[in-house]
Every structure is written in structure tokens, then in C-alpha cells.
Nanobody, 126 residues
Framework: QVVLVESGGGLVQDGGSLRLSCAASGRPDSNYAMGWFRQAPGKEREFVAGISRSGRTTNYADSVKGRFTISRDNAKNTMYLQMNNLKPEDTARYYC???????????????????WGQGTQVTVSS
């Protein structure tokens, strides 16, 4: 069992930046892929980014490529999402996810992920 807790959300202006963090606990190892999803009101959950267990390989949704950077520090059991040049359409609740499958970081399907955090709200004003 992996417990995930997100932090770092908030209100930011168009073009601004935020860094989300996800603290993982419940297991002594870091042998799980991790990622971020988001969900805006009235919309389905959307894959944002994924990262492999080692942190060496990443995957991004086209909508965030070049603006968002996913990373992880396994020594701290923490994953990050640096979000730059934020746009109003990035407004959503952002969820940290993890999976025991090593290739899950390539999956954009919510059902492929085993563990979910409660989410943190990001609001970008125009």
C-alpha cells in the first residue's frame, strides 16, 4: 500500500508558475511508477505526466510538454511537478498517482494506476 499526499496547489495568474509535491509513504521501497492526473469541473480525469521508478524516463501529455516538468527524489519519497507558463485551461484538481507496474508511467488511463492521492487544487486566473 502506498499513501500519497499532494501539496503546493493554489491560485496563480496566467503565465505564472507553481510546483506541486507528492509525498509517498507506506512502503520502505520506491519501486513504483508515479505520475500526475488532473480533473477540471465537468471533465474526465486527464493524464498529465508520468515518471519511471528510477526517475530517468518521463512521459507528458501534449498539452503540457515544454511547460511542465516531472521529477522525483527517491531518497525523500517525494515526486514533483514544476508547472511554468500556466494557462487558465490548466485549472483543475491535480492528483498524484502511483503504480506497481514499472511501465505504468506511459499509461494515460486512470485504471492503470493503483494508488491515488486526494488531490490539490490549481487555479489559473486570466
Amino acid at each position: 500500500q502506498v499513501v500519497l499526499v499532494e501539496s503546493g496547489g493554489g491560485l496563480v495568474q496566467d503565465g505564472g508558475s507553481l510546483r506541486l509535491s507528492c509525498a509517498a509513504s507506506g512502503r520502505p521501497d520506491s519501486n513504483y511508477a508515479m505520475g500526475w492526473f488532473r480533473q477540471a469541473p465537468g471533465k474526465e480525469r486527464e493524464f498529465v505526466a508520468g515518471i519511471s521508478r528510477s526517475g530517468r524516463t518521463t512521459n507528458y501529455a501534449d498539452s503540457v510538454k515544454g511547460r511542465f516538468t516531472i521529477s522525483r527524489d527517491n531518497a525523500k519519497n517525494t515526486m514533483y511537478l514544476q508547472m511554468n507558463n500556466l494557462k487558465p485551461e490548466d485549472t483543475a484538481r491535480y492528483y498524484c498517482v502511483a503504480s506497481d507496474r514499472p511501465t505504468a508511467y506511459t499509461s494515460v488511463t486512470p485504471s492503470a494506476w493503483d494508488y491515488w492521492g486526494q488531490g490539490t487544487q490549481v487555479t489559473v486566473s486570466s
